[in-house]
């Protein structure tokens, strides 16, 4: 390296000490041009890398703001990547300033001194070098002159003195511009590095200011994010519990009709269509029942399509007669659809659905039910209605929740149940509810406490029994077997089979006796007709659990049946019960009479129109000959023979009209009996209190009651009776 510079003294004297120094200066030039040289390449590609690095940057930046445009539904997640791109844009320009600093600091100063000295310096070499040839060339000249040529000596001489001369000047010269560009290189280079190094400093003091401006954003991203962090795993922890349990209690490999939950359809799952123009073409389609309509499609990139547009005009039936298995049809008056199941089970699960939804749809259109009944018409309201307004009962399922026991399913304790069995008098969950139905209508009749219509004496039954007593009873001896009654997020299948250990086989019932299967039936049956001649539910639901046949005779008692007491004994809610658990209403005792002679005999106004409700033939005769009404005339029994007239017109008339007539019966008749049930079932002293002597006076035991159009009434009913 260069430690000094060229002495011009020496330059001028040109001595070996001179030359040598001189050479060693020129090689360190050219060393520093091939450094320099290397330092301006490795700027060139250091440069050409950043703005690679610049527009991969701005392209993964693009790629920020797309995803960020992807997650705007998630207000949190879209501000942080909106807020982080926008810092990172402002990072991209500063490292294009940086770029673009380091190209002027380095490329352009370093250029600059090469540009400005280097090629005068090659020029004044050359110069120098060939004029120190001359030099030499012009000493030899004059050393080789004769002293005898006078004249050749002097213009030797001259010759000598004016390239001497020439030549330093040149060396002066050259040795400046060396000297120069020494000085010069060393400000360059530490002005050239300065600029980088300060360029450096302005980009990442740009980056602080930045981040430092950030810093408050992040710190609450940081909150959002270990809050989100918490929240995410809860989240997975909440999938993963979902996974196991729609695995465990969904994933049998069984296809699943039940609708989602928030959704409008009944059923729902994957039918075989058969192609109505192919008879043999069967196209697998997504079916559905929602608002009275069979709704299809027959891919997700299809729109729904309805194939019956009213299911009231349609009637459902089982398809035995083609090959294929589990196979239904629906029928219109226009049109039929053979449709096919995966299994019979499902076949069993959609003609159920079909049934029920035409059935759910005749009743919204009917009337208004039993539940919110209208205001007693004077005729049967045993005097002058009260000027105040008429009393509405409150709904099915405010009745039927205030039984003992029924805020809860009966069978697995979910809260608020909307369904239940009116013959066992308890309340159950939506999914206990389907499982009584598959036990059958013997055992269980299932019924909405919110969508269907409910009689007055159903919803007594629920409160009277309930689901404590009718848990006290089918559940006696769970303890003893060991048994753990099922919760309501337990498994469906656990369910099942509890549900058919509790009520099929009646595992849990506590026996009355210990002795043999046929004495201990006896027993029952016996306790199931004195309870029912007393009108004790409860004892009659323990009969029936303990095995009482609810058809069975008692020998004892003449043949009757516990139906035959309940209408001796006048109580109408052990008529219902038993009514609604299978009870023969047409059978007879060794009299020949049956529960409508019972009633008509005892003057139970409110059994007989039950009875007959429940199709009681008012023209069987006891061994006396008698029919119900020639009882209820020879006992003075107004009401009943009104009844049993009224009902006996009513069958006429429909006879009459034939299969042109109208369907279903007179509304008079409908009226008339939809009134003393109402009577019967909320004030049945009213009916009690109306007889006529045979002679024909009326006995007016209380004036109030009855008057002028309950003696119509009885005028009316004398002159049928003839």
Same mark, same amino acid.
């Given at each position: 390296?260069?430690?000094?510079?060229?002495?011009?003294?020496?330059?001028?004297?040109?001595?070996?000490?001179?030359?040598?120094?001189?050479e060693l200066f020129e090689a360190d030039v050219t060393a520093l041009e091939t450094q320099l040289d290397k330092v301006m390449k490795l700027c060139s590609k250091m440069v050409e890398a950043g703005q690679a690095y610049n527009a991969a940057n701005q392209l993964f930046l693009s790629g920020l703001a797309e995803l960020s445009m992807y997650q705007k539904k998630d207000s949190v997640v879209?501000?942080?990547?909106?807020?982080?791109?926008?810092?990172?844009?402002?990072?991209?320009?500063?490292?294009?300033?940086?770029?673009?600093?380091?190209?002027?600091?380095?490329?352009?100063?370093?250029?600059?001194?090469?540009?400005?000295?280097?090629?005068?310096?090659?020029?004044?070499?050359?110069?120098?070098?060939?004029?120190?040839?001359?030099?030499?060339?012009?000493?030899?000249?004059?050393?080789?002159?004769? #002293?005898?040529?006078?004249?050749?000596?002097?213009?030797?001489?001259?010759?000598?003195?004016?390239?001497?001369?020439?030549?330093?000047?040149?060396?002066?010269?050259?040795?400046?511009?060396?000297?120069?560009?020494?000085?010069?290189? #060393?400000? @360059?280079?530490?002005?050239?590095?300065?600029?980088?190094?300060?360029?450096?400093?302005?980009?990442?003091?740009?980056?602080?200011?930045?981040?430092?401006?950030?810093?408050?954003?992040? *710190?609450?991203?940081?909150?959002?994010?270990?809050?989100?962090?918490?929240?995410?795993?809860?989240?997975?922890?909440?999938?993963?519990? #979902?996974?196991?349990l729609v695995q465990q209690r969904d994933a049998s490999g069984e296809p699943m009709v039940s609708p989602c939950s928030g959704s409008d359809e009944i059923i729902q799952g994957y039918l075989f269509k058969r192609s109505r123009r192919k008879s043999k073409t069967w196209k697998r389609c997504w079916f559905s029942i929602r608002d009275n309509q069979l709704i299809y499609r027959k891919s997700?990139?299809?729109?729904?399509? &309805?194939?019956?547009?009213?299911?009231?005009?349609?009637?459902?039936?089982?398809? =035995?007669?083609?090959?294929?298995?589990?196979?239904?049809?629906?029928?219109?008056?226009?049109?039929?659809?053979?449709?096919?199941?995966?299994?019979?089970?499902?076949?069993?699960?959609?003609?159920?659905?079909?049934?029920?939804?035409?059935?759910? /749809?005749?009743?919204? #259109?009917?009337?208004?039910?039993?539940?919110?009944?209208? =205001?007693?018409?004077?005729?049967?309201?045993?005097?002058?209605?009260?000027?105040?307004p008429p009393t509405q009962r409150p709904p099915a399922l405010g009745v039927a929740l205030r039984g003992p026991g029924n805020q809860q399913c009966c069978d697995c304790g979910e809260e608020e149940p909307r369904w239940a069995s009116i013959n066992l008098g308890v309340t159950m969950c939506i999914e206990c509810s389907g499982i009584h139905r598959s036990l059958g209508v013997h055992l269980? *009749?299932?019924?909405?406490?919110?969508?269907?219509?409910?009689? /007055?004496?159903?919803?007594?039954?629920?409160?009277?029994?309930?689901?404590?007593?009718?848990?006290?009873?089918?559940?006696?001896?769970?303890?003893?077997?060991?048994? &753990?009654?099922?919760?309501?997020?337990?498994?469906?299948?656990?369910?099942?089979?509890?549900?058919? +250990?509790?009520?099929?086989?009646?595992?849990?019932?506590?026996?009355?006796?210990?002795?043999?299967?046929?004495?201990?039936?006896?027993?029952?049956?016996?306790?199931?007709?004195?309870?029912?001649?007393?009108?004790?539910?409860?004892?009659?639901?323990?009969?029936?659990?303990?095995?009482?046949?609810?058809?069975?005779?008692?020998?004892?008692?003449?043949?009757?049946?516990?139906?035959?007491?309940?209408?001796?004994?006048?109580?109408?809610? /052990?008529?219902?019960?038993?009514?609604?658990?299978?009870?023969?209403?047409?059978?007879?005792?060794?009299?020949?009479?049956? /529960?409508?002679?019972?009633?008509?005999?005892?003057?139970?106004?409110?059994?007989?129109?039950?009875?007959?409700?429940?199709?009681?033939?008012?023209?069987?005769?006891?061994?006396?000959?008698?029919?119900?009404?020639?009882?209820?005339?020879?006992?003075?029994?107004?009401?009943?023979?009104?009844?049993?007239?009224?009902?006996?017109?009513?069958? +006429?008339?429909? @006879?009459? +009209?034939?299969?042109?007539?109208?369907?279903?019966?007179?509304?008079?008749?409908?009226?008339?009996?939809?009134?003393?049930?109402?009577?019967?079932?909320?004030?049945?002293?009213?009916?009690?209190?109306?007889?006529?002597?045979?002679?024909?006076?009326?006995?007016?035991?209380?004036?109030?009651?009855?008057?002028?159009?309950?003696?119509?009434?009885?005028?009316? &009913?004398?002159?049928?009776?003839?």
């Amino acid at each position: 390296m260069m430690d000094s510079l060229l002495d011009f003294e020496e330059c001028v004297t040109d001595s070996p000490d001179f030359r040598l120094k001189l050479e060693l200066f020129e090689a360190d030039v050219t060393a520093l041009e091939t450094q320099l040289d290397k330092v301006m390449k490795l700027c060139s590609k250091m440069v050409e890398a950043g703005q690679a690095y610049n527009a991969a940057n701005q392209l993964f930046l693009s790629g920020l703001a797309e995803l960020s445009m992807y997650q705007k539904k998630d207000s949190v997640v879209t501000n942080c990547l909106n807020q982080f791109n926008q810092g990172l844009q402002e990072m991209v320009s500063f490292h294009t300033m940086l770029f673009d600093q380091t190209q002027r600091a380095i490329s352009q100063q370093l250029t600059n001194l090469c540009t400005q000295f280097l090629p005068q310096l090659l020029e004044t070499r050359r110069e120098f070098v060939r004029i120190g040839e001359d030099l030499e060339t012009a000493a030899v000249k004059n050393a080789q002159v004769s #002293r005898h040529k006078a004249g050749d000596a002097e213009r030797a001489s001259h010759l000598l003195l004016a390239t001497r001369k020439c030549y330093q000047h040149f060396a002066l010269d050259y040795c400046l511009q060396l000297n120069t560009f020494k000085t010069q290189q #060393r400000i @360059d280079i530490l002005n050239s590095v300065f600029s980088f190094v300060h360029a450096q400093f302005t980009f990442f003091h740009q980056g602080f200011d930045l981040l430092r401006d950030l810093e408050p954003t992040m *710190k609450t991203m940081a909150a959002q994010l270990s809050q989100l962090s918490t929240d995410c795993a809860a989240k997975r922890k909440d999938l993963e519990n #979902r996974h196991l349990l729609v695995q465990q209690r969904d994933a049998s490999g069984e296809p699943m009709v039940s609708p989602c939950s928030g959704s409008d359809e009944i059923i729902q799952g994957y039918l075989f269509k058969r192609s109505r123009r192919k008879s043999k073409t069967w196209k697998r389609c997504w079916f559905s029942i929602r608002d009275n309509q069979l709704i299809y499609r027959k891919s997700h990139k299809e729109e729904n399509m &309805v194939l019956f547009e009213d299911l009231r005009l349609c009637a459902v039936k089982s398809l =035995e007669n083609i090959d294929r298995r589990f196979c239904f049809e629906l029928l219109s008056v226009q049109k039929c659809c053979a449709l096919q199941a995966d299994s019979e089970q499902l076949k069993q699960a959609w003609l159920s659905a079909l049934q029920g939804s035409i059935d759910l /749809a005749y009743r919204e #259109r009917a009337e208004p039910q039993l539940t919110q009944p209208k =205001e007693l018409p004077p005729l049967l309201s045993g005097g002058d209605p009260s000027p105040g307004p008429p009393t509405q009962r409150p709904p099915a399922l405010g009745v039927a929740l205030r039984g003992p026991g029924n805020q809860q399913c009966c069978d697995c304790g979910e809260e608020e149940p909307r369904w239940a069995s009116i013959n066992l008098g308890v309340t159950m969950c939506i999914e206990c509810s389907g499982i009584h139905r598959s036990l059958g209508v013997h055992l269980s *009749k299932v019924r909405s406490l919110t969508l269907d219509s409910w009689e /007055a004496e159903q919803l007594k039954l629920l409160c009277v029994l309930g689901n404590n007593v009718m848990n006290r009873i089918y559940e006696a001896r769970c303890s003893e077997e060991g048994r &753990v009654k099922p919760r309501a997020d337990s498994l469906r299948a656990e369910k099942e089979t509890w549900i058919r +250990e509790k009520y099929v086989e009646k595992r849990f019932v506590q026996n009355c006796h210990s002795d043999g299967a046929p004495h201990e039936k006896d027993n029952a049956g016996l306790c199931l007709y004195r309870a029912a001649l007393t009108g004790d539910l409860v004892a009659m639901a323990a009969a029936l659990a303990q095995g009482a046949e609810v058809n069975g005779s008692i020998s004892e008692e003449e043949g009757r049946t516990a139906l035959i007491g309940a209408a001796v004994g006048g109580s109408l809610l /052990a008529c219902e019960f038993l009514l609604l658990n299978g009870a023969n209403v047409n059978h007879r005792d060794l009299r020949g009479q049956g /529960a409508l002679h019972a009633a008509a005999t005892a003057g139970h106004t409110g059994q007989v129109c039950l009875l007959l409700k429940r199709g009681a033939n008012q023209y069987a005769a006891d061994e006396r000959g008698q029919d119900p009404l020639a009882i209820a005339v020879e006992t003075a029994h107004a009401d009943i023979v009104t009844l049993l007239r009224m009902a006996r017109m009513n069958e +006429e008339m429909r @006879d009459s +009209e034939g299969v042109f007539g109208a369907v279903g019966d007179d509304e008079t008749f409908q009226d008339i009996f939809r009134d003393f049930s109402d009577m019967a079932s909320h004030d049945p002293e009213r009916l009690s209190r109306r007889q006529f002597s045979r002679g024909g006076d009326e006995e007016e035991q209380q004036e109030e009651v009855g008057g002028g159009e309950m003696l119509n009434s009885r005028h009316s &009913v004398e002159k049928i009776s003839e």
